[in-house]
């Protein structure tokens, strides 16, 4: 009987000291993470500063950031609105289909930038097709490719 009071007070000891470590980590943790503290409306003012590819790593940094990241769409609303000067119809169809804005720009981001660069006239004096970089090329619609024929037309 003395064997298992003394058992049952080294469990008590070992697990009181298991929750200490856990809420000194805890502690940590939020200390670490000053955008807990912050009010929601300066995070938001905040995330809404960064550029795309800041926006994506700072979602990477932990589970709340990339949560906040993910689900506000605002923050990625004005994003995809500058990726729409180049992808209008793709971004206007993608709206229609019912996709959020961060969604819309993941699909659309990569193809703005190459019909951009076709558009601009950056591949107008590429002769044959083994010229072209392959690593920057991105697949497109034919309506796409009717739009960059007519504007190299009009060059």
């Known amino acids: 009987m003395h064997k298992n009071s003394k058992r049952n007070n ?6 009181t000291e298991a929750n200490s ?6 502690k940590n943790e939020s200390q670490n993470n000053f955008f ?21 790593r700072a979602s990477l940094t932990c589970r709340s950031w990339n949560d906040t990241i993910r689900n506000s769409d605002s923050l ?12 209008r119809r793709e971004i206007d169809d993608d709206l229609e289909s ?7 720009l993941l699909r659309n981001y990569q193809k703005s930038k190459v019909k951009h660069e076709w558009l601009s006239g950056r591949y107008s004096n590429i002769c044959s097709p083994i010229s072209l970089p392959e690593k920057i ?14 504007a190299e037309l009009e060059r």
């Open 10 to 15: 080294n469990l008590r000891v070992s697990h």
């Open 21 to 26: 470590v856990d809420a000194e980590k805890e």
């Open 36 to 56: 807990e503290l912050l009010p929601a409306e300066i995070t938001f003012k905040i995330f809404s500063q960064l550029d795309i590819r800041s926006l994506c």
């Open 76 to 87: 990625w609303k004005p994003h995809c609105m500058t990726v729409r000067a180049v992808c």
């Open 98 to 104: 019912g996709y959020s804005w961060r969604v819309i």
């Open 137 to 150: 090329m991105y697949p497109m619609d034919a309506d796409t490719w009717g739009e960059i024929l007519e």
